[in-house]
């Protein structure tokens, strides 16, 4: 097994390519070891010292890391990795409790709006996630209130230092170009 390493924009997290399927449907972010319950993987992964974040996507996995340096953790990232599929584990256990997303706030906008998110939500899908999932990462919406959309960033894009200038000048410009009614854009 070949597993293949891309920096992102966030130089606190690398993406890790293991050249398989990662994940089948939303992707999972987890940010703490406690929230890891239902994925082995991202157990072993927080298992390591200096991982502060793991992010599972289709095809991808963000790790995200303290001040270690990554000559010294690398390794073994990519050591669990490995055992990990190669054992034939679940990414995900289904059935688990699912302590990642008890935190997520559910979305929020008012009913006569819903057609605007409609289409905020597909411009998202269509023009930004994919983008933001080739450096490592994830977006979603959250709400919509007086012209302002509301996005939650995941994995690389979660505290990376390039993400204010992604919502602002391309996000924000893109939605208020194609929805009107979109004044601004704004991360939660």
Do not use: Y
């Not at 055992?83 to 584990?89: A, I, N, P, T």
């Not at 998110?117 to 411009?123: P, T």
Request: hydrophobic share 40%.
């Amino acid at each position: 097994m070949f597993i293949q390493t891309e920096a992102t924009p966030n130089p606190a997290t690398l993406k890790f390519l293991p050249g398989r399927e990662v994940l089948v449907g939303e992707p999972r972010d987890f940010r703490s070891a406690e929230a890891t319950a239902n994925s082995p993987l991202a157990q072993g992964l927080f298992g390591i010292s200096g991982v502060t974040g793991v992010f599972l996507g289709s095809d991808f996995i963000s790790v995200t890391k303290d001040d270690t340096n990554w000559a010294h953790i690398k390794p073994a990232i990519l050591g669990v990795i490995m055992d990990h599929f190669l054992s034939g584990k679940p990414v995900i256990v289904e059935g688990g409790v699912d302590v990642a997303n008890f935190d997520e706030v559910d979305e929020f906008f008012e009913e006569e709006d819903s057609e605007t998110v409609e289409v905020i939500k597909e411009l998202l899908a269509t023009r930004v996630r994919p983008a933001v999932a080739m450096d490592g990462g994830d977006i979603t919406f959250k709400g919509f209130k007086e012209g302002t959309v509301f996005l939650h960033m995941q994995g690389a894009c979660s505290g990376c230092p390039s993400s204010t200038a992604t919502l602002k000048s391309g996000i924000e410009n893109l939605l208020r170009h194609f929805v009107p009614g979109v004044e601004a854009v704004q991360q939660v």
